[in-house]
Protein backbone atom coordinates (compact mmCIF):
# COMPACT_ATOMS: atom_id res chain seq x y z
CA UNK A 1 0.00 0.00 0.00
CA UNK A 2 2.83 2.28 0.26
CA UNK A 3 3.07 2.75 -3.26
CA UNK A 4 -0.54 4.53 -3.51
CA UNK A 5 0.18 7.13 -1.18
CA UNK A 6 1.30 10.02 -2.63
CA UNK A 7 5.12 11.33 -2.51
CA UNK A 8 6.10 14.42 -1.30
CA UNK A 9 8.42 16.84 -3.29
CA UNK A 10 11.34 15.95 -2.60
CA UNK A 11 10.88 12.34 -3.17
CA UNK A 12 9.39 12.74 -6.57
CA UNK A 13 12.43 14.75 -7.44
CA UNK A 14 14.50 12.19 -6.64
CA UNK A 15 12.83 9.50 -8.51
CA UNK A 16 13.61 12.12 -11.47
CA UNK A 17 16.68 12.19 -11.44
CA UNK A 18 17.52 8.92 -10.14
CA UNK A 19 15.15 8.03 -13.69
CA UNK A 20 16.97 10.34 -15.23
CA UNK A 21 20.13 8.64 -14.11
CA UNK A 22 18.84 5.15 -15.82
CA UNK A 23 17.66 6.37 -18.66
CA UNK A 24 21.37 8.17 -19.81
CA UNK A 25 22.95 4.54 -18.57
CA UNK A 26 20.74 3.08 -21.34
CA UNK A 27 21.36 5.62 -24.03
CA UNK A 28 25.36 5.10 -23.50
CA UNK A 29 25.01 1.08 -23.12
CA UNK A 30 22.45 1.22 -26.49
CA UNK A 31 25.74 3.33 -28.09
CA UNK A 32 28.16 0.84 -26.84
CA UNK A 33 25.80 -2.14 -28.32
CA UNK A 34 25.48 -0.36 -31.81
CA UNK A 35 29.47 0.42 -31.74
CA UNK A 36 29.94 -3.16 -30.94
CA UNK A 37 27.43 -4.29 -33.64
CA UNK A 38 28.83 -2.26 -36.44
CA UNK A 39 33.10 -2.95 -35.55
CA UNK A 40 31.46 -7.10 -35.69
CA UNK A 41 29.74 -6.70 -38.87
CA UNK A 42 32.92 -4.96 -40.06
CA UNK A 43 34.98 -7.92 -39.39
CA UNK A 44 32.40 -10.18 -40.88
CA UNK A 45 32.21 -8.74 -43.79
CA UNK A 46 36.16 -7.95 -44.01
CA UNK A 47 36.60 -11.80 -43.35
CA UNK A 48 34.10 -12.78 -46.26
CA UNK A 49 35.54 -10.47 -48.98
CA UNK A 50 38.98 -11.74 -47.90
CA UNK A 51 37.24 -15.69 -48.67
CA UNK A 52 35.72 -14.62 -51.45
CA UNK A 53 39.10 -13.59 -52.91
CA UNK A 54 41.28 -16.79 -51.98
CA UNK A 55 38.53 -18.91 -53.17
CA UNK A 56 37.80 -16.95 -57.09
CA UNK A 57 41.78 -17.61 -56.91
CA UNK A 58 41.32 -21.20 -56.48
CA UNK A 59 38.71 -21.57 -58.54
CA UNK A 60 40.70 -20.06 -61.40
CA UNK A 61 43.98 -22.81 -60.63
CA UNK A 62 41.69 -25.33 -60.81
CA UNK A 63 39.67 -24.83 -63.81
CA UNK A 64 42.31 -25.73 -66.23
CA UNK A 65 42.68 -29.06 -64.67
CA UNK A 66 39.01 -29.43 -64.42
CA UNK A 67 38.87 -28.79 -68.27
CA UNK A 68 41.46 -31.48 -68.80
CA UNK A 69 39.32 -33.84 -66.85
CA UNK A 70 36.43 -33.04 -68.31
CA UNK A 71 37.49 -33.16 -72.15
CA UNK A 72 39.24 -36.81 -71.09
CA UNK A 73 35.86 -38.05 -69.55
CA UNK A 74 33.89 -36.91 -72.95
CA UNK A 75 36.33 -38.74 -75.12
CA UNK A 76 36.92 -41.91 -73.09
CA UNK A 77 34.17 -42.27 -70.38
CA UNK A 78 31.28 -41.22 -71.93
CA UNK A 79 31.34 -43.31 -75.28
CA UNK A 80 31.86 -46.33 -72.88
CA UNK A 81 28.87 -45.49 -70.90
CA UNK A 82 26.67 -44.70 -73.55
CA UNK A 83 27.55 -47.81 -75.44
CA UNK A 84 27.04 -50.09 -72.23
CA UNK A 85 23.65 -48.09 -71.82
CA UNK A 86 22.63 -49.30 -75.44
CA UNK A 87 23.73 -52.65 -75.08
CA UNK A 88 21.53 -53.06 -72.27
CA UNK A 89 18.78 -51.46 -73.75
CA UNK A 90 19.26 -53.97 -76.20
CA UNK A 91 19.21 -56.90 -74.05
CA UNK A 92 16.11 -55.99 -72.44
CA UNK A 93 14.41 -55.83 -75.90
CA UNK A 94 16.11 -59.00 -76.62
CA UNK A 95 13.65 -62.20 -75.56
CA UNK A 96 16.60 -63.95 -73.28
CA UNK A 97 16.02 -60.55 -70.74
CA UNK A 98 13.18 -61.73 -68.02
CA UNK A 99 10.85 -59.71 -66.07
CA UNK A 100 12.94 -59.04 -63.55
CA UNK A 101 15.21 -57.14 -65.63
CA UNK A 102 12.95 -55.21 -67.33
CA UNK A 103 11.43 -54.33 -63.88
CA UNK A 104 14.56 -52.70 -62.63
CA UNK A 105 15.38 -50.93 -66.60
CA UNK A 106 11.92 -49.76 -65.90
CA UNK A 107 12.39 -48.48 -62.03
CA UNK A 108 15.71 -46.72 -63.35
CA UNK A 109 14.51 -45.16 -66.50
CA UNK A 110 16.93 -47.08 -68.94
CA UNK A 111 13.75 -49.01 -70.82
CA UNK A 112 13.62 -45.68 -73.21
CA UNK A 113 17.03 -44.60 -73.00
CA UNK A 114 17.33 -42.38 -76.07
CA UNK A 115 21.23 -40.99 -76.07
CA UNK A 116 22.36 -44.58 -77.11
CA UNK A 117 24.58 -44.26 -79.64
CA UNK A 118 23.60 -45.88 -82.95
CA UNK A 119 25.67 -48.47 -84.35
CA UNK A 120 29.13 -48.01 -86.23
CA UNK A 121 28.56 -47.01 -89.57
CA UNK A 122 28.76 -49.87 -91.86
CA UNK A 123 31.66 -49.54 -94.58
CA UNK A 124 29.97 -49.23 -97.69
CA UNK A 125 31.48 -52.34 -99.67
CA UNK A 126 34.19 -51.55 -101.82
CA UNK A 127 33.75 -51.85 -105.60
CA UNK A 128 36.14 -54.30 -106.79
CA UNK A 129 38.48 -52.46 -109.28
CA UNK A 130 37.83 -53.39 -112.84
CA UNK A 131 40.46 -52.61 -115.37
CA UNK A 132 40.04 -49.63 -117.61
CA UNK A 133 38.88 -50.06 -121.31
CA UNK A 134 41.46 -48.97 -123.67
CA UNK A 135 40.21 -47.29 -126.49
CA UNK A 136 41.28 -48.77 -129.93
CA UNK A 137 44.22 -47.73 -131.47
CA UNK A 138 43.99 -44.99 -134.84
CA UNK A 139 45.44 -46.37 -137.48
Keep these: MEELEPKTVSEA ?3 QGDLAGQIESLRQMLTSVLVLVIVISGTLNIYLWRQVRYTRADLAAFR ?3 SALVGEFEQKSA ?3 KEFFARLVEFDRSPRADEAFHAIMKKYGLSNFTNAPSAPPAQAPVAPATTPVQAPAKK
Design 79 to 81: PMM
Design 64 to 66: GQA
Design 13 to 15: KSS
